[in-house]
């Protein structure tokens, strides 16, 4: 490079880089509401809750979940959506204790998911350093703590669970890519397809056990052909120490 | 530390360190409404790095292949949800 800043780890890795953003840490998203399971006999959804985070700037942001050391009780994020020029919704699925509606399905009553937010920088702060890229756009500000991608977790395909290092407060990064799905005959006349979606959730034992397990997410009776059964496919998640963050 | 880059806290507690932090910079981020596809990520200046995606939607992280020419990568979205996604070198 002939101008600008480039480091890398003792691998050799990219670790910052001007002409690439470094995100910073921005804070946590707020609770706002709470979406009960819908449906009826049917079809029938599960409820989430609804997250909202507003933002410093205009830029994207990106979102880790919180693991709650709570193991078989799970959460994921489902989306983060902008909905205006600097705020966001994040949608959360989260196993709860509650379970309602026409088939048993889940709505969490929890507000407490913790979903921490980093973004691209958008102003510098006065005093710190920071970094432009070759075309002026600012790309870092070191005031700001970087996201630190502590360790990548991989699950093969149909691996429920793995082991990931020791933390004090885990936060992740991606998705369960878990969406099975199940086609039962019931052999009842009309519609006799009962068919169940799952959707997939973090689950942590508190330790480093690591498990991705199912929620109900939508259940339908249907005159066939049932749904395609899908297993639980490979995926790779980020993991990030957010202890100390505020 | 001997070379390298760290970055500390206001309070003085080592937050980063350029040499022994784990790779993966960060070097574009797009959203995606729903629906849309043909978002295009290019990275011509680190051509030769490994790359993936970082992304709350499924698969979360991609690993790329990159080309001996122009590095891309096109995503869509199939979702109903928008969408986030970052692209990381290492």
Redesign the interface.
């Given at each position: 490079m002939a101008y600008g800043?480039t480091?890398?780890?003792?691998?050799g890795?990219?670790?910052?880089?001007s002409?690439?953003?470094?995100?910073g840490y921005l804070g946590k998203a707020t609770f706002v509401s709470l979406t009960h399971a819908s449906g009826d006999s049917i079809f029938s959804q599960a409820g989430y809750a609804t997250y909202g985070f507003t933002s410093p700037g205009t830029?994207?942001?990106?979102?880790a979940l919180g693991l709650r050391a709570s193991g078989s009780s799970g959460a994921r994020?489902?989306?983060?959506?902008?909905t205006g020029s600097n705020t966001w919704s994040i949608?959360v699925i989260d196993t709860g204790t509650v379970t309602e509606g026409y088939n048993n399905l889940y709505w969490t009553n929890l507000t407490n998911a913790t979903i921490y937010v980093w973004g691209?920088p958008s102003s510098v702060s006065g005093y710190g350093a920071a970094l432009y890229n070759s075309a002026g756009v600012l790309t870092a500000d070191?005031?700001k703590?970087?996201?630190?991608?502590?360790?990548?977790v991989s699950f093969a395909d149909n691996v429920m669970s793995t082991t990931m290092g020791s933390y004090v407060k885990p936060a992740i990064?991606?998705?369960?890519?878990s969406?099975h799905n199940l086609a039962t005959d019931t052999g009842v006349g009309g519609t006799p397809w009962f068919n169940t979606q799952y959707k997939g959730v973090w689950e942590w034992d508190g330790s480093t056990t690591l498990t991705r397990g199912d929620i109900l997410n939508t259940a339908d009776h249907d005159d066939g052909p049932g749904l395609t059964t899908l297993g639980h496919?490979?995926?790779?998640?980020?993991i990030i120490e957010a202890n100390?963050l505020p | 530390m001997a070379y390298?880059?760290q970055?500390l806290?206001?309070t003085g507690?080592l937050?980063?360190d350029?040499?022994?932090?784990?790779?993966?910079?960060?070097?574009?981020?797009?959203?995606f409404a729903p629906g849309v596809s043909g978002g295009v990520f290019s990275y011509p200046?680190?051509a030769g790095?490994s790359a993936?995606l970082?992304?709350?939607?499924?698969?979360?992280?991609v690993?790329l292949s990159t080309s001996s020419g122009m590095p891309v990568v096109t995503v869509a979205n199939s979702?109903t949800?928008?969408?986030?996604y970052?692209l990381a070198?290492?």
């Open positions: 800043i480091c890398t780890n003792t691998s890795q990219l670790t910052l880089d002409e690439g953003f470094l995100l830029g994207s942001i990106v979102c994020i489902e989306s983060v959506t902008r949608r691209v070191l005031t703590r970087p996201m630190i991608f502590t360790e990548r990064v991606g998705h369960t890519n969406f496919a490979a995926t790779s998640v980020l100390g | 390298g880059l970055i806290s206001n507690t937050v980063w350029s040499t022994t932090v784990n790779g993966g910079l960060v070097v574009d981020l797009k959203e200046n680190w790095h993936f970082i992304t709350n939607d499924s698969p979360s992280l690993s979702s949800e928008g969408r986030e970052a070198v290492l």
